[in-house]
């Protein structure tokens, strides 16, 4: 996709501007933050910046405006109180509004009360409506009313003795929460989607992850008002990713911080160096029978590379995590996982970081192991049904393929056409896969013969050849767990302990980290020592398609 131009930016001010007015709820406002993000793309290009996907970089800039002018909206005097009401009992705090430089203060202390207390506290001494009237109005008594305008002004003075020394470190340096998940995600992509890039989203669920945290502490905490904050928590209580314990919320699934992922790594890398010859022992053997089977001789000899790196992964996986499953005393069934909206059927897992990504290379990011991501199609050209699956690893980031598209299902249906030289299927393909098709050949999934037609390197089994795939790696993997039990399980000795009022994850996500590096350190010592994928020096994807006609 080619970067985007000044010419060509003024063609996406109505795109924006859509999304504005919803955000802020009125034009006026909504054309302020279209001019801004506006300015900030012409500086970018201006600068020589590189925009490529010109709808996904400008929306991420809306956003970020969004929010800036939220802080500006609540940090900023906007009316001039001289007489809040007839009445003045209790009234003193509010006496500092007439003082135009604690005027700031105040509006932001009263926005960062919850909703109940925020709005009787607005009524009676910002519009000067009488008790009786707030009170038939909302349809709750009297004396409630009056105590929720007690306890307003009880946390108001709390808050309004408090400095900025109050706010989180969340609230001036976000960190970044990546979603992911076990199981089947909803039809619109969640858990992952319910946050995706929304730093504000990502920090409400980091700071509420140690203990229970109520609305208004989370929203003074981050530095937004409450009343910009209830709808965010509420939407990610239904979503699944909080759950709610009285008037205060947490967020329900696991999330991995820094210390988490490095704390047994040093342990695991030991283990690895002292074990990866033996271990190989049995690889190789697995693969030698591999090789022999029929649907492995009848593929392409890019596409078997691509079969023996998915044994390869899957049998020293399967080795680790049997022994990773008896610690944790079994896997969770499938049909225990809990039922979520939209479809999905999924625990959420997060893992959060306080450095940018690009540049934070770590110890442990060779060696991870995106797992293997399965989607199908059904009925297209002669096939039944066809799946594409693939690990995402060092090796091969085969799952990056897939940036900016919202599914794999064009790129299935590209590749089969491709398999069975189905010109006209292919012609039909979507265009965000046309444009990738330099990146799929890059990545070992397309080639060019001498003519430059396109040839499928992927592998294709049928569903039989794929059951008889995984004997061979059950068969092995098994072996290798028997012979490396105990130093297996010594990594399992001190699982990660997750406050206790999280219950949204598995067992199994507690060992995790104490042992998934382990199979890709295996892998890559027996690289670096010759023994594995010698004079391999291209990407390698583990990947290949099912098809049944």
Request: some cysteine; proline content about 3%; hydrophobic content about 35%.
């Amino acid at each position: 996709m080619n970067s985007m131009n000044k010419e060509e930016l003024t063609e996406y001010a109505d795109f924006l501007l859509k999304i504005a007015v919803y955000k802020a709820g009125n034009i006026t406002d909504a054309e302020d933050i279209v001019q801004e993000t506006m300015l900030a793309a012409l500086t970018q290009i201006e600068k020589g910046g590189n925009i490529q996907k010109p709808k996904s970089w400008l929306s991420a800039v809306l956003n970020r405006k969004y929010y800036d002018f939220l802080r500006r909206k609540y940090r900023k005097p906007v009316v001039c109180i001289d007489v809040v009401c007839e009445q003045t009992d209790d009234r003193d705090l509010f006496e500092k509004i007439e003082e135009s430089e604690e005027a700031e203060s105040i509006r932001r202390c009263l926005a960062m009360l919850t909703k109940n207390y925020r709005e009787v506290m607005v009524r009676y001494y910002m519009k000067g409506e009488k008790l009786s009237d707030i009170a038939s109005s909302l349809n709750i008594p009297l004396n409630t009313v009056k105590s929720r305008l007690y306890a307003g002004r009880r946390h108001m003075e709390k808050e309004f003795e408090m400095s900025n020394n109050g706010y989180m470190r969340q609230s001036y340096e976000p960190e970044t929460l990546w979603i992911g998940c076990t199981g089947e995600s909803g039809l619109n992509g969640e858990p992952s989607s319910l946050v995706g890039n929304d730093k504000i989203k990502m920090n409400l669920l980091i700071l509420a992850y140690e203990k229970p945290l109520t609305t208004a502490e989370l929203a003074s905490a981050i530095g937004i008002p409450t009343a910009y904050v209830e709808p965010i928590v509420e939407d990610l209580v239904k979503g699944g990713l909080m759950g709610r314990v009285s008037d205060k919320v947490y967020t329900d699934f696991i999330i991995f911080s820094e210390n988490d992922r490095t704390k047994y790594f040093d342990a695991q890398k030991n283990i690895a160096d002292m074990n990866y010859r033996e271990v190989w022992k049995i690889v190789d053997k697995g693969l030698a029978e591999l090789r022999e089977q029929d649907y492995y001789k009848s593929q392409r000899k890019s596409a078997k590379l691509k079969l023996e790196s998915h044994f390869v992964i899957r049998t020293v996986q399967h080795a680790v995590y049997s022994v990773r499953n008896e610690a944790c005393g079994g896997l969770e069934p499938f049909s225990d996982y809990a039922e979520r909206p939209n479809g999905g059927k999924w625990y959420a897992i997060g893992n959060r970081y306080n450095k940018v990504l690009d540049n934070a290379e770590s110890c442990y990011s060779p060696y991870g192991i995106n797992g293997e991501w399965g989607s199908g199609i059904f009925d297209f050209l002669d096939a039944k049904f066809i799946s594409l699956n693939e690990f995402d690893t060092v090796l091969c980031h085969a799952h990056r393929l897939y940036d900016g598209m919202t599914d794999k299902r064009p790129a299935i249906k590209m590749l089969y056409s491709v398999y069975r030289d189905n010109k006209d299927a292919f012609s039909a393909v979507d265009n965000c896969c046309i444009d990738k098709i330099d990146r799929f050949i890059e990545i070992g999934f397309l080639s060019r013969n001498e003519d430059g037609d396109l040839i499928c390197e992927v592998p294709v089994i049928s569903q039989k050849e794929r059951e008889k795939h995984f004997e061979f790696i059950g068969k092995n993997g098994d072996e290798i767990a028997g012979k490396f039990h105990n130093s297996f399980m010594t990594l399992m000795e001190k699982p990660l302990q997750i406050p206790a009022h999280v219950k949204g994850y598995l067992k199994w996500l507690r060992y995790d980290k104490c042992c998934c590096y382990l199979p890709m350190m295996i892998i890559l010592k027996a690289k670096e020592e010759g023994i594995y994928l010698k004079d391999i020096d291209k990407p390698e994807a583990a990947a290949y398609m099912v098809v049944e006609k």
